[in-house]
């Protein structure tokens, strides 16, 4: 019986396929794109735009469908990642392979085991401060925060409000807006 070969990153950046990503050695397809995740992307990444404004709070690269390397068996494509300039002072390119101080998934249905359980637990090993779930259907955002080597959830918006949500805090958000109300 022949060995089950991992996928690398390397892999990855010469598949013929649209839309993958690479998750523990297996290139995947990513979910088919729906209206839903395409309005609560959209909107949210506009919410967050102050961030990435020297007029604004500043200090941010906001990137939608982004891929980052973390690991050789592990490069999943992002539905919203952000980095601090202070850590990444140049405009990212390409495969990023610095991991985010946030990262933003919105989940969508029949693939809420990679983001729940599979990516919650690379970015936690990772340390990424911050990570946070978009439920479009179920209208709700849960908030994650590293404590230790350890996420505890820091929010958890089951309602069209405003709410300022680490670690976007210097700005109320309207989760209304961001779910397409």
């Not at 992002?78 to 101080?101: F, N, S, Y």
């Not at 990262?103 to 936690?124: A, M, N, W, Y």
């Amino acid at each position: 019986m022949e060995a089950h070969k991992l996928n690398t990153i390397a892999d990855l950046l010469v598949s013929p396929e649209e839309r993958v990503e690479l998750i523990n050695g297996e290139i995947v397809r990513r979910p088919m794109a729906r209206a839903e995740h395409g309005v609560v992307q959209g909107n949210a990444r506009e919410e967050l735009s102050p961030f990435s404004r020297k007029s604004g709070p500043g200090g941010w690269w906001i990137i939608p469908e982004v891929s980052v390397a973390y690991e050789l068996h592990q490069c999943p494509c992002h539905d919203l990642a952000g980095w601090r300039k202070e850590r990444m002072p140049q405009r990212p390119q390409g495969v990023i392979d610095l991991a985010p101080d946030w990262v933003c998934e919105i989940v969508s249905p029949g693939h809420e085991r990679k983001d729940t359980f599979t990516l919650f637990l690379l970015l936690q090993r990772h340390r990424v401060p911050f990570y946070w779930l978009i439920w479009p259907e179920d209208r709700t955002l849960i908030a994650y925060q590293l404590d230790g080597d350890h996420y505890r959830i820091i929010a958890t918006l089951a309602e069209p409000i405003r709410a300022r949500v680490p670690p976007f805090d210097d700005i109320e958000l309207d989760l209304a807006y961001i779910l397409g109300d």
